[in-house]
């Protein structure tokens, strides 16, 4: 992918930008448990699972993306969303990239059709959060220009992490971009 493509958000050819549908649920579960690299075992792929329910398939399709190759098949997805409750704020719940199609400018690509999406919407800031574990998630959206909030503390990586922010032992790590 060239630089001008990374900028736009536009995907190398054969692959194909569109809006999922509920009948994506199916495969998204398996993405959720396959494309993680094992991150959290058994439990960590039921926890991914759970939060992407069918419902963010049905209301909020038109803020999320869904890539397919040539053959059909998944290649990526972004799950976000305007925020009802904050109009300066969209958000980032849930992004994924086959494994064999991570590092070639596709998570990038999604990200940049969401900040133009959430800019024309009036968005003035991105929030998004993940796991400590998840240090290809940290690494990635600090590379994405994402900034680290302020957490209760900070764990060996450096990080600054928000304990029990989800529920007893579910700390995560908050993320926040202007636009
Ligand atoms: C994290 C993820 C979404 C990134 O998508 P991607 O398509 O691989 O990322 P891109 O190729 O667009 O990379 C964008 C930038 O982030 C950097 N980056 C991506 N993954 C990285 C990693 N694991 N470590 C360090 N830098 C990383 C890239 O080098 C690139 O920087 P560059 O422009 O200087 O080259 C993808 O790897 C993925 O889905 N991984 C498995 C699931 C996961 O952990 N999701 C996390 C979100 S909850």
New binding site residues.
Partial sequence: MTEGA?ETGELAAGLALRHPTPADHVRIRVALAD???G?GGEAGARQRQSLVPRLFLQHFADTSFLVERADGTLH?FLIGFLSQSDPDTAYIH????C?D?????????LYRRFFALAQEAGRRRIRCI?SPN????I??HT??GFRLEPGDYVDEAGTPVHRDYDGSGLDRVLFVREL
Avoid: D, E, I, K
């Fill in positions: 990374l494309w993680w690299g991150l990526a849930f992004v994924g990239v494994p199609g991570t590092r070639s400018g596709v998570g990038s690509a993940t998840n240090r290809n998630s690494a990635y590379r994405m």
